[in-house]
């Protein structure tokens, strides 16, 4: 396969199992890409990671502009030799981060300036400067700068954004000189199926090895996400890899994969595994819970992780009391461990051709413990 190009081997109606290629090596989708917002997954090396089966690690734009900085981590030979992991990298743009900063950013048409949350320094990311942060750090995948908005928001809001982060994808593109990068746009529009449609018309004029949707999971009820997601990815290109961007739990990815939808990550499993939430094939558990206290049976059954080969729930619920980083490092090798498994069992089932049988497997799992995450 060449570089960017995007096979897909079986479709299932809307489930797609497919391969892409980038600098680093093929990646197998449906994919769950593990979080490294400062060039690490917290609480994981590098071999956990391959022995949980990640296959993309990402990094955080925003976060390592500040610190190290990316000119420094290009000097030490690009972020893939800095945090030692030889698979596949993708960057965000930035522009999540630049969203949540609302009170200590001001926006313009050319970009953002923003203050530095670790001490307040002034700081300004124009979509050429996150590409050459990207650059920099030497991503096989590259987002475009977008705007993230908050939700809800009006028409006339959403519109002006939509606007503004189809100009700024032109700028991304030009400004793109690293041709073993590939570079995604990001479709906006929150809630509005008019408006994702609309923004999904402006980011696919432009020609691109691969399309995201952005602004989900940002407060709105879930079950409106489930739903506009269903409607939107079967629009979006189909010979192009498709990326949710920030979901989600283990339901999210089942119903999004059954739309259409390739690439996902999320801090989800790290963030709940250190607050002593893990996921089950049985649902969740919340180790902490006094029932656990003299368990000496694994945290899951029919899972081969090393943490439910070794330890038991009575110990995961003595380290978390405890504050033990043992408990968070445990909990986290677990819950990514558990994602990858899930992933790597669609992939499976829509190869065999029994996607529909797994899904609802799925669903009749995850659904009544799961939904109100």
Same mark, same amino acid.
């Given at each position: 396969?060449?570089?960017?190009?995007?096979?897909?081997?079986?479709?299932?109606?809307?489930?797609?199992?497919?391969?892409?290629?980038?600098?680093?090596?093929?990646?197998?989708?449906?994919?769950?890409?593990?979080?490294?917002?400062?060039?690490?997954?917290?609480?994981?090396?590098?071999?956990?990671?391959?022995?949980?089966?990640?296959?993309?690690?990402?990094?955080?734009?925003?976060?390592?502009?500040?610190?190290?900085?990316?000119?420094?981590?290009?000097?030490?030979?690009?972020?893939?030799?800095?945090?030692?992991?030889?698979?596949?990298?993708?960057?965000?743009?930035?522009?999540?981060?630049?969203?949540?900063?609302?009170?200590?950013?001001?926006?313009?048409?050319?970009?953002?300036?923003?203050?530095?949350?670790?001490?307040?320094?002034?700081?300004?990311?124009?979509?050429?400067?996150?590409?050459?942060?990207?650059?920099?750090?030497?991503?096989?995948?590259?987002?475009?700068?977008?705007?993230?908005?908050?939700?809800?928001?009006?028409?006339?809001?959403?519109?002006?954004?939509?606007?503004?982060?189809?100009?700024?994808?032109?700028?991304?593109?030009?400004?793109?000189?690293?041709?073993?990068?590939?570079?995604?746009?990001?479709?906006?529009?929150?809630?509005?199926?008019?408006?994702?449609? +609309? /923004?999904? $018309?402006?980011?696919?004029?432009?020609? #691109?090895? =691969?399309?995201? @949707? !952005?602004?989900?999971?940002?407060?709105?009820?879930?079950?409106?996400?489930?739903?506009?997601?269903?409607?939107?990815?079967?629009?979006?290109?189909?010979?192009?890899?498709?990326?949710?961007?920030?979901?989600?739990?283990?339901?999210?990815?089942?119903?999004?994969?059954?739309?259409?939808?390739?690439?996902?990550?999320?801090?989800?499993?790290?963030?709940?595994?250190?607050?002593?939430?893990?996921?089950?094939?049985?649902?969740?558990?919340?180790?902490?819970?006094?029932?656990?206290?003299?368990?000496?049976?694994?945290?899951?059954?029919?899972?081969?992780?090393?943490?439910?080969?070794? +330890? /038991?729930? $009575?110990?995961?619920?003595?380290?978390? #009391?405890? =504050?033990?980083? @043992? !408990?968070?490092?445990?909990?986290?090798?677990?819950?990514?461990?558990?994602?990858?498994?899930?992933?790597?069992?669609?992939?499976?089932?829509?190869?065999?051709?029994?996607?529909?049988?797994?899904?609802?497997?799925?669903?009749?799992?995850?659904?009544?413990?799961?939904?109100?995450?």
């Amino acid at each position: 396969m060449n570089l960017g190009q995007f096979q897909v081997l079986k479709t299932q109606g809307h489930a797609r199992r497919a391969t892409l290629m980038t600098d680093h090596g093929p990646v197998q989708t449906p994919v769950f890409m593990a979080v490294g917002t400062k060039a690490t997954v917290k609480a994981m090396t590098v071999e956990e990671l391959k022995d949980c089966g990640t296959q993309v690690v990402l990094g955080n734009t925003y976060h390592l502009h500040l610190r190290p900085g990316e000119k420094l981590i290009q000097k030490l030979g690009g972020l893939h030799k800095f945090m030692n992991w030889q698979g596949p990298i993708l960057t965000d743009s930035g522009g999540f981060q630049v969203f949540s900063l609302s009170s200590l950013r001001k926006m313009s048409e050319e970009g953002v300036e923003f203050r530095s949350h670790l001490d307040g320094a002034k700081y300004f990311i124009s979509p050429e400067k996150s590409m050459e942060i990207q650059m920099d750090l030497g991503s096989d995948i590259i987002m475009a700068f977008d705007e993230c908005l908050k939700y809800p928001a009006t028409d006339e809001e959403i519109k002006k954004s939509m606007d503004l982060t189809y100009r700024w994808l032109v700028r991304s593109q030009k400004a793109m000189t690293r041709t073993n990068s590939l570079l995604f746009g990001i479709v906006q529009g929150s809630l509005s199926l008019e408006h994702r449609k +609309y /923004s999904l $018309a402006q980011v696919t004029s432009v020609d #691109l090895p =691969g399309y995201a @949707l !952005g602004g989900l999971s940002v407060g709105e009820p879930i079950e409106l996400m489930h739903a506009l997601v269903k409607e939107v990815a079967p629009l979006m290109p189909s010979h192009k890899p498709r990326y949710l961007m920030g979901v989600g739990t283990p339901l999210d990815l089942i119903l999004s994969i059954d739309s259409g939808i390739d690439m996902f990550d999320c801090v989800m499993p790290t963030r709940v595994a250190r607050n002593g939430t893990l996921y089950t094939w049985q649902g969740k558990v919340s180790i902490k819970r006094l029932e656990y206290r003299e368990d000496p049976s694994p945290l899951d059954p029919e899972c081969n992780c090393y943490t439910c080969t070794n +330890y /038991s729930k $009575a110990y995961l619920r003595h380290l978390f #009391l405890s =504050g033990e980083i @043992l !408990g968070s490092r445990l909990n986290s090798i677990h819950n990514l461990h558990f994602y990858m498994e899930v992933m790597r069992r669609a992939r499976h089932a829509i190869e065999e051709g029994t996607w529909e049988t797994y899904r609802d497997f799925c669903l009749s799992r995850f659904v009544k413990k799961d939904a109100t995450t």
